[in-house]
């Protein structure tokens, strides 16, 4: 099939009564439990999202030559057969060649030229006969069903293709498994313990570097800008978002789990929780938590604005607006009482145009959630904790980010 006869193709199957344009779909690598026959994990290497539905069309129309392995509303799973790579090959014929020439040139075509390799190399179905590629599509941002949609999603975060905090994903835990991980392989916890003896005994036992439901975000994405620095791969989850570079985390107890990030160049030396955003030019210092929603009864996803300063070992369960000021050591939390002085308060009243002033003087963390160009202190001599107007500019090292 040439590129006009592609393009009439696709527009034939764009104007039938069913078509579905999707949120976002994919060809993965599904790693499969010997014991379990579960997916362990899916590993994409093109995401397609909001993007190039022409190749979707085309994809999803070849399904009557695969195993549907998840369908329903909001998404679809294909097990991928050689029927389905010959018939796509033939379809994105016209484009080959170029691909051949320069691999990125049609990402998705170079998908299917590996396919391709797999399949004359014998790779397509695992030694127990699961399908080791699978096609995967959302159409709706309902509850995942399948660990093939999840890993999509969880990409599409971290590559800042949806926004962090944007999609669903209620009850995924309850589908991806808790696995043993020994480089980027995934190793049923089951099947271990099963063939303990002899790998020990034959010295195959495999380094496990870490047991969770998640990936390392390393392990799935390449950072899109080369000054994204990671000092510890252990301290990154897949599905975190980090920025439009400048990022840089150091270790020790830096930390950001998934649906979690920053939004640009920041430094990140404390933990940055499940839903937390971190605005541009903000600094998180060394031990630094700022709550999240997973557990612990917070139920209201934080933001910190930008050019922010979290001190170190600080704590803070509150959102920040912009330029604002937690100091080292004390804790920030939507029930902590405030005191403010009057002509403090009014100067913060002046950036925040919805900041009520209080005559007593007294306020709680969560009367100053989300205002700008808030210093949050301890005082030294009395041990009240006391806010007024920020009057020092926060300002990352250049040389740094």
């Known amino acids: 099939m040439n590129k006009e006869e592609f393009k009439t193709k696709v527009e034939s199957l764009q104007s039938v009564p069913h078509y579905k344009e999707p949120l976002g779909f994919g060809v993965c690598y599904a790693d499969v439990g010997v014991m379990s026959g579960k997916v362990l994990q899916a590993t994409y290497p093109v995401l397609n999202w909001g993007e190039n539905f022409g190749a979707y069309a085309i994809l999803e129309s070849l399904r009557e030559e695969c195993e549907v392995l998840e369908e329903c509303e909001s998404e679809l799973v294909l097990g991928i057969t050689e029927g389905f790579i010959i018939a796509a090959l033939a379809s994105f014929g016209g484009y080959i060649a170029e691909t051949q020439e320069s691999p990125n040139t049609h990402k998705n075509v170079s998908v299917l030229l590996e396919l391709q390799r797999a399949l004359q190399e014998g790779r397509i179905y695992t030694e127990s006969g699961d399908f080791r590629y699978r096609f995967c599509a ?44 020994s480089g980027n392989v995934p190793f049923e916890l089951e099947w271990l313990r099963e063939n303990e003896i002899p790998l020990k005994m034959r010295g195959e036992f495999p380094a496990i570097d870490f047991v969770d439901k998640f990936p390392r975000y390393l392990m799935q994405v390449i950072p899109q800008y080369d000054n994204i620095r990671l000092l510890d791969t252990a301290k990154t989850r897949f599905g975190a978002y980090l920025g439009k570079g400048g990022y840089t985390q150091m270790p020790g107890a830096s930390y950001v789990n998934f649906n979690a990030g920053a939004m640009g160049a920041c430094m990140n030396e404390g933990r940055i929780s499940s ?72 100067k913060i009243a002046e950036i925040n145009p919805n900041f009520e002033i209080k005559e007593s003087g007294i306020y709680k963390g969560r009367d100053l959630s989300g205002k700008n ?11 009240a904790m006391i806010a007024f107007r920020s009057n020092r500019k926060i300002e990352l090292n250049a040389a740094l980010h």
């Open 275 to 346: 839903s937390v955003v971190v605005g541009e030019g903000s600094d998180v210092g060394g031990g630094a938590s700022i709550l999240g929603v997973l557990s612990g009864g917070n139920s209201e996803p934080i933001s910190i604005g930008k050019n922010c300063l979290l001190g170190v070992n600080s704590s803070t369960g509150i959102s920040l607006g912009d330029g604002c000021i937690v100091d080292g050591g004390i804790a920030v939390l939507a029930g902590t009482i405030f005191k403010i002085e009057l002509e403090e308060a009014r």
């Open 373 to 383: 160009g808030v210093h949050f202190r301890q005082d030294s001599k009395s041990g």
């Open 138 to 181: 959302i159409y709706q941002d309902a509850q995942c069903k399948s660990v093939e949609s999840a890993y999509l999603k969880l990409l599409a975060l971290s590559l800042g293709k949806a926004p962090l905090r944007s999609l669903q994903l209620d009850g995924i835990f309850g589908l991806l498994s808790n696995v043993a991980w």
